[in-house]
């Protein structure tokens, strides 16, 4: 496999229930993101770990819990949701934070819904 | 604060050319990024563009004046494939990036 992949690409959850996503990046890079992106808003950067140490993290609920175990895979783990966190949760990867041009490379998002 | 603006939707018609444009306020500036989103796919790098001044890739060009805080994405000779949203997105002074809402683009026969 290429790219960044996502998996699940859907879920669906209850308030109670602890889901998480998954991102793997097959391009070597040393960053790796999770966005928010809400219909009609933008994105909204979560969490940013570099060399598998978080970053960033733009007070983000505690109901969201990142998890980078190594360079290439970087897991989010929710629980106890509400309904208003339903959305497509984008992984992206980049070379560095930082370096120059700095690209993204997006992942093709869960879907998630909370009822 | 810091403000991306860009449409949210445009029309246009196949062959045509459209210009989609994006005007920001930042706290610094490090660069500003266009990327493509076609519906229910990731978002896919464009364009880049940190010194003022036209980049033409193919069919689509990107155009910065900092002084102004804007930029725009041109795409010449429109394809049904086009029809996506398009994000613009700047890197502030501390490579943060400021993302707008987007632009859906709808290409009509």
């Known amino acids: 496999e290429t790219g960044v992949t996502q998996t699940p690409r859907h879920l669906v959850m209850g308030m109670t229930n602890k889901k998480s996503l998954k991102c793997e990046q097959h391009?070597?890079?040393?960053?790796m993101y999770w966005y928010k992106q809400s219909a009609k808003k933008p994105l909204e950067l979560m969490f940013v770990y570099s060399l598998e140490e978080r970053v960033e993290n733009n007070s983000v609920p505690s109901r969201f819990s990142p998890e980078c175990p190594n360079s290439s895979h970087l897991f989010l783990h929710l629980h106890t949701l509400q309904p208003e966190d339903s959305a497509l949760y984008l992984c992206?990867?980049?070379?560095?934070?930082?370096?120059?041009?700095?690209?993204?490379?997006f992942g093709a998002g869960s879907r998630l819904t909370v009822l | 604060g810091q403000n991306i603006d860009q449409p949210t939707e445009m029309t246009a018609t196949e062959g045509a050319i459209v210009q989609i444009n994006c005007t920001y306020q930042t706290s610094g500036f490090n660069g500003l990024f266009w990327y493509q989103q076609h519906a229910g796919e990731a978002p896919t790098f464009l364009s880049y563009n940190v010194l003022d001044g036209l980049e033409e890739k193919g069919r689509f060009s990107s155009f910065l004046s900092r002084s102004k805080g804007y930029s725009y994405l041109l795409l010449k000779e429109l394809q049904m494939k086009d029809s996506a949203s398009y994000l613009c997105a700047v890197r502030d002074s501390n490579y943060q990036l400021i993302w707008g809402a987007g632009t859906k683009l709808i290409i009509k026969p």
């Open positions: 391009l070597g890079h040393n960053a």
């Open positions: 992206a990867s980049s070379q560095d934070v930082t370096a120059g041009a700095n690209v993204l490379t």
